[in-house]
């Protein structure tokens, strides 16, 4: 999705703000553009593409600004083209704006603002901001009363950044449904919608929140509410060293992610398992473990992967918690009736903490008033913010746009929830004890798997042109059935269906023949044997079958094609381990392909539009 960076100091601005959007390139875009100011001059440039087509255009061009704002654009209304590019600007280009959102009622605004003689040149949304500001400074606003009263106008969400050649000592901010943040540095401040942009800078960050506006300075902010109340605001020292956000000697973000799992689960684990006790500590629950244990219901929300662990979150927490627990598509939530009670607890589960449908459905939930739990990997995040309480992944940034460590360590959290949960309930100790060993030997399991790498290129070697993939699991693997084959879909771009194993008579079936390659998640559990069933009918209509099945499993190898072999754990916590091999096998058919598997075509890491 888009992404802003800006800055106001002494230095060129150019190569910061640069630098700070080839950072947030993992969140997809489209195009980029960057304006500065220095004294009374400014300029613009904008490309379609990538942020280095941006940096070459600016190489012949003297750069000597030290205020600056730069995006990188996710096309939403309008094609991507250098026109839709932002920065946009007013009819005298001395007012530039930069805007992450959705203006909601943009039309009835263009056509008033048209109507009054203004000239559109772009077919965005975000164009309509300059030039309201623009008319609120006729009036004889300043700079930040304009930019306020120009947003108390808008509906819809907005991260934006202002700069005025008529105020050339100041960037103004506001922030409402999307993110933004400020860094703050020594005689310095940088602005960007995604922490990872400016860490290289300062370590010293302030969160705004929604219906927040500020008149940032190099050496100085002031923010406010845009109904014109005063705040101050906290500062935070965010620890996280660059090299976390570096690929770190890896091809691809992807691959590197694939392979921190050992460390990101550990990490997720880590300080939590209260090995004597049975149980675990979530501190970010403290004061809400009760009222959690009591729920009538628990309603696991999401979106895309996240839903996925959603769902695996559901098989553990009705295994053990014994509460009965739905899930729902966070997306879906808002658009019908949902019956929702205060004795009912949601826990959204959310990578970036910054979905859109996830934020929506998070506050209707708030507003019937159920208990509203976070899973978040992104440390204040807008999700970790607004819920009552939460636990944090703590897997790191995750930069390629599929998600894969974040994935494992959500399943490591709900485990640890459900632990929790289960101990107060009906769970003994000796059994929370045994699940707590098992846990802890799982980083050792994920790094042997992670030696298959090789093998599973090969396997990869004979899929590159294959068209179509059926991915089949029951019980606790039926979810990493749908999340297997969504990372094929989302960077190889081939067509993957998940489905229960056990569906597959009842109408995929019909698809199968020597062309249809069908994976089969099946470890030796409890449902090992019907699963053996269904390999045998793809075998029985001459379909190709990859399978995951257990180390100690010899029986499988002569009826499949060909074998992955993982190390066996307790059924809750087999998905963590049989869902890498599937993380690989899509990573390496997508490199064969020769496609960007870090930044998929139409795909954006954050999806910050409902
Ligand atoms: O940041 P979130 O976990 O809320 O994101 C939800 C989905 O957009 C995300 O999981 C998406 O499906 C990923 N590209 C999956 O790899």
């Known amino acids: 999705m888009c992404g802003i960076v800006g800055y106001i100091g002494e230095k060129k601005c150019a190569p910061i703000i640069l630098e700070g959007l080839k950072r947030l390139e993992y969140r997809g875009y489209d195009s980029a553009g960057i304006s500065f100011l220095n004294g009374n001059s400014s ?53 530039y704006v930069i805007h992450n959102g959705i203006i909601e009622n943009y039309q009835p605004i263009r056509k008033r603002l048209k109507a009054e003689g203004v000239e559109f040149v772009s077919d965005t949304d975000s164009e309509v901001l300059p030039h309201l500001i623009d008319g609120f400074i006729k009036k004889g606003m300043s700079l930040f009363e304009a930019v306020r009263y120009s947003l108390n106008e808008v509906q819809g969400t907005y991260g934006v950044a202002v700069i005025s050649i008529n105020e050339p000592d100041k960037i103004i901010v506001a922030k409402k449904g999307s993110p933004l943040v400020l860094g703050l540095g020594v005689g310095e401040t940088f602005i960007a919608s995604d922490v990872n942009a400016l860490i290289a800078h300062t370590s010293r960050i302030v969160y705004f929140e929604d219906n927040e506006i500020a008149e940032v300075y190099k050496d100085r902010f002031y923010a406010k509410t845009i109904t014109d109340e ?7 020292e965010v620890k996280m060293a ?16 694939i392979m921190e799992q050992p460390e990101s689960i550990f990490n997720s684990m880590r300080g939590r398992l209260l090995l004597g006790e049975g149980t675990a500590r979530l501190g970010g629950l403290d004061g809400f473990v009760e009222r959690l244990c009591d729920s009538k219901r628990i309603i696991l929300s999401a979106c895309g992967t996240s839903w996925h662990a959603c769902l695996v979150g559901e098989y553990m927490l009705e295994q053990f918690a014994e509460i009965p627990t739905e899930v729902e598509y ?17 826990i959204f589960i959310s990578q970036s903490g910054e979905t859109a449908d996830s934020l929506a459905a998070m506050e209707e939930a708030k507003r019937r008033g159920a208990l509203v739990l976070g899973i978040c990997n992104v440390v204040g995040s807008s999700i970790a913010r607004k819920s009552d309480a939460g636990v944090y992944t703590h897997a790191g940034p995750e930069i390629g746009v599929a998600s894969t460590k974040a994935f494992t360590s959500q399943l490591v959290v709900l ?14 100790l000796v059994d929370g004890m045994n699940i707590i060993q098992e846990m802890k030997k799982i980083p050792q399991k994920v790094e042997k798997i992670l030696k298959l790498n090789d093998q599973i290129e090969k396997i990869a070697e004979n899929f590159v042109d294959a068209k179509n993939f059926l991915y089949l699991g029951r019980g606790y693997n039926f979810p990493v059935a749908l999340e297997g084959a969504l990372k094929l879909k989302e960077i190889s771009y081939i067509h993957a269906e ?43 209509r001459n379909g190709k079958v990859i399978a995951i099945a257990s180390e100690q499993d010899d029986k499988i190898d002569d009826l499949v094609d060909y074998v992955i072999k993982v190390p066996d754990t307790i059924r809750m916590l087999m998905p963590i381990l049989t869902s890498i091999p599937l993380q690989l096998l899509a990573y390496h058919i997508a490199v064969k392909k020769g496609l960007n598997v870090d930044q998929p075509r139409n795909l954006a890491k954050s999806v910050t539009v409902e």
């Open 242 to 257: 660059l090299d976390e956000i570096d690929k770190g000697g890896y091809d691809h973000f992807m691959i590197k992610e």
């Open 498 to 540: 998940g489905y229960p194993a056990a569906e597959m008579k009842h109408g995929p079936i019909a698809l199968i023949d020597e062309n249809m390659p069908a994976i089969f998640i099946a470890p030796k559990d409890s449902v090992y044997d019907k699963v053996i069933s269904n390999i045998e009918e793809v075998k029985a």
């Open 230 to 236: 005063k705040i101050e605001k906290e500062i935070i």
């Open 43 to 95: 300029g613009v440039v904008k490309s379609v593409g990538k942020v280095s087509m941006l940096e070459e255009k600016l190489e012949n061009q003297s750069l000597d600004y030290s205020i600056g704002i730069g995006h990188t654009r996710w096309a939403t209304h309008g094609v991507p083209n250098e026109v839709n590019a932002h920065p946009h600007f007013n009819t005298d280009k001395s007012i």
């Open 330 to 346: 966070a997306s879906e939530l808002r658009y019908r009736n949902p019956i929702i009670n205060p004795d009912d607890t949601f």
């Open 415 to 428: 485990a640890l929830i459900t632990l929790l949960i289960a101990r107060r309930r009906k769970v003994s």
